[in-house]
């Protein structure tokens, strides 16, 4: 935790748990450390399905280039925030409404997802033939999953509902072709195929990617302006210290445009960028021995915090212990191997299972890292109707 962190975090009442705490500081920094690691020619867009608090989308102004929105939502909230920013407006399934809303706000770029799209949108803007939209065609193009064994290919290369087939980007070029081409501008290939790659995988990736897109883009003699070739840089869960090595993918990218002048490049990262500027801090209510095995109770849980749940993993957490201890009854403890859950009576509210604590004591405080992105946002927070918690954000 940063030390602006641990000394808020020391001044917090009980009453103020459970807390999200955000340093945005620390995001300016980290993000401003990636801005540096990226060539020029590449362009930054932050993912803001991971974490849309308008603070964090606040905080990034001037270092990202733009927002990529999913939804009719996604694009009023960050508009209203940030009105001066580019967006990239994404996603399946999109509804007339959302069509129509995103014409009249404006996007810098549109990732067409469907052949209906295309047609959704030549009938949308049949009535405006002045109106002109740079679109990127979302495609689901394959790519060697040999080469990029240790990774989940969670959204591209095998069937999903995401982004178009090659054939599907075929179809779209004969739409195009003819005078709705000149309203509907296409500007290149847009391809969000995977999450948690490492910075060489991510680099295999992305020439790949750029090398689909030059073939196809040269097969119907079609200038291609650029590639946004998607988030999805890792967070170690396990390793919380790790980082996503963005000067060796900066290098690899540069070195990728030297091959392609005139092409620009764009990312469209979510939790690389925010994860690591969120905590989410309580208390432990109980500590119970039952059929053998330590569990600490804390105030909140995974209602709060689903992540660890829904990836799978524990959450990286660390114990700030707390000496007083106002009860006349002895103070519930554990040592060696706990599990830290919430207070949902579902046996699925866990945080972290089987983990070492040197000690951990009713009272105490429990600060889980990791927690700024895709953490509050992805929660169901009205499940069991505990309150929610607090939300402070450091300058
Ligand atoms: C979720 C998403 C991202 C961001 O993914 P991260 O794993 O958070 O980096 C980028 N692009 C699209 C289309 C997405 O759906």
């Not at 469209?268 to 208390?283: D, H, S």
């Not at 509050?376 to 069991?384: E, V």
Request: hydrophobic letters at 45%; a negative charge.
């Amino acid at each position: 935790m940063t030390a602006a962190v641990r000394e808020f975090v020391a001044g917090l009442d009980s009453e103020a748990f459970p807390a999200y705490v955000y340093d945005l500081a620390e995001l300016r920094s980290q993000l401003e450390a990636v801005r540096t690691a990226l060539p020029p020619r590449v362009e930054l867009y932050y993912a803001a399905k991971a974490n849309p608090e308008a603070a964090v989308l606040t905080a990034m102004r001037g270092i990202v280039d733009g927002y990529e929105v999913s939804s009719g939502g996604e694009l009023a909230h960050v508009h209203e925030v940030v009105p001066e920013a580019r967006l990239a407006f994404g996603g399946p399934g999109k509804t007339a409404a959302e069509i129509a809303l995103a014409l009249r706000t404006g996007v810098h770029r549109w990732h067409v997802e469907s052949v209906q799209e295309i047609h959704q949108l030549a009938g949308a803007l049949t009535a405006t033939p002045d109106v002109t939209l740079d679109i990127l065609l979302r495609v689901n193009l394959p790519v060697t999953a040999g080469s990029l064994d240790s990774v989940s290919l969670a959204m591209g290369g095998r069937p999903s509902p995401f982004g178009l087939d090659p054939e599907g980007a075929d179809e779209c070029m004969r739409l195009l072709s003819g005078p709705l081409g000149e309203q509907l501008r296409l500007q290149g290939i847009n391809a969000h195929l995977a999450s948690g790659l490492g910075a060489s995988e991510q680099l295999l990736l992305a020439e790949q990617i750029v090398e689909w897109s030059k073939l196809f883009a040269e097969h119907y003699g079609h200038t291609l302006n650029e590639v946004n070739v998607g988030g999805g840089m890792a967070v170690d869960y396990a390793d919380p210290g790790a980082r996503f090595d963005w000067t060796a993918f900066g290098a690899g990218l540069e070195k990728l445009l030297d091959w392609h002048p005139g092409l620009t490049l764009r990312l469209e990262p979510g939790r690389a960028l925010t994860a690591y500027c969120g905590w989410y801090v309580t208390e432990v209510l109980d500590v119970k021995r039952s059929h053998g095995e330590d569990f600490a109770v804390l105030k909140g849980g995974t209602h709060h915090l689903r992540t660890p749940a829904t990836k799978g993993h524990d959450q990286p957490f660390t114990v700030l212990p707390v000496t007083a201890w106002p009860h006349p009854w002895q103070r519930p403890a554990a040592r060696g191997l706990v599990t830290l859950t919430g207070q949902l009576c579902t046996p699925k509210d866990v945080l972290a299972s089987r983990v070492p604590v040197g000690v951990i004591r009713a009272a105490d405080r429990v600060l889980f890292e990791l927690a700024g992105a895709y953490a509050w946002n992805i929660s169901h927070h009205n499940f069991l109707m505990h309150p929610p918690p607090t939300f402070h954000f450091l300058p």
